[in-house]
């Protein structure tokens, strides 16, 4: 019965890694940068959604897609003005552009909020559902079915959308998707916008168990590059499903071992999907 | 765990299961005021162990909440403390050479100002530096902040080991 609540709790957590993660994957699939300023992004996502608790009484899981539109919008215009530049540049200069745009981020958000630890307050913090032996704890439940609502939402984005096709059209070829009308900067900017809008859609759902402050990101960065290489880098549904490997294994190797080894234990199979299978667990995107 | 992240995760947690049982915290997380604006009336009751509480110096405490906002924790209590034991030290020592006040510290024997915050009331450090006058107490949150419930020469006030059931 432990194995099966482990799983169960690796599995609402690992949810919204999924979404988290996905938002990294879409902009290396779409624009082949890797992003190492998305973890701040989910920082400014998780404070949008605190003052919209603390200011406008909005529940973090309704102010998420709040957080969403703020971030998309800032993402909209970093992709613009800033990381549009170096698009074909070499691969160092896209890293010290994100790596820039990371520590300005995360010391912006130090100057402007200072570097207390921030939490709100909702009721259901404190609730939790019994399903025989099983114990499911509600701020992990909503948050884990707001990733599934917005991955779908996502899916039906990029399947049957004008938008989402253009996306899918210059990811696989932008000479080809600009031959046939799309206008692929304008895309590009989308793209961006919609993926560290999602991970700041999942850094706000997950406010009820976690506190906010300017270094918040941090701990997700590394873990959002482990989902994506488990999943595939480029692979939005590879993302998901290595949010929820990742939680399971979180969550069993918690059970097996000291709690210190957690991750260790995680990064252990990291190395040997690298080695072992560089293109990822699932492929394509 | 006592950062604020895991202190507020094992309280709401505690809750979640039904635990109405107090939760004893290791001083950190537990004892400054974000404690307090994370879990709001769940706060309540929690004991933690301190190095030292405000309410020990309730006239200084009062000024303190005034400017700052918020209660005095007990690093603002014991940091406080040590730079009235420097400033002593160097008064006594008439000088500021480092060796004058290492040696006037080492001899202070202080029980007034802030000194009177730490737990014992005094600061008198022992051979390897300590105040060996000083010892941990235990708190406990009443309303906006920790109070001092025990050893009983230091409580303000009595603990309470029940909780309302939440759920």
Redesign the interface.
Known sequence: MAYLQAILDGILLGGVYGVISTGLSLVFGVLGVVNFAQAEFLMVGMYVAYFAWAYLGLDPLIAAPLAFGVVFVLGFYSQKLLVGRVMSAPPAAQIFLTVGLMITLENGALVLFGS??????VPY????FRLGEL?V???YLYAFLWAVVITGALWLFMARSWTGRAIRAVAQDPMAATLAGINTARTYNIAFGLGVGLTAFGGAVILP???VSPTAGVQFAVLMFTVVVLGGLGSTTGALVGGIVVGIIQSLSGLLFPIQLQNLVLFIIFILVLALRPQGLLKGV | MSY??DS??II??M???GLTIPAIGGAAGYVIP?FK????D?AENTLSVASAAGDAIPEISAAYKQKYGSFMTHEAVAFAAATDAMIQAIEIAGTDDPDAVRDALDALEYCEGFAKGMPGGCINFDENGHNAVTYPIMVQWRGDEPVTVYPPSDATTDPIWTLEP??
């Open positions: 207390d630890f921030r939490s709100v307050n913090q404190i609730q939790g114990f704890s509600a701020p168990y976690i506190t | 604020l992240n507020l995760l709401r947690t809750r979640q299961q974000n604006e994370g879990l709001g769940l939440t759920q």
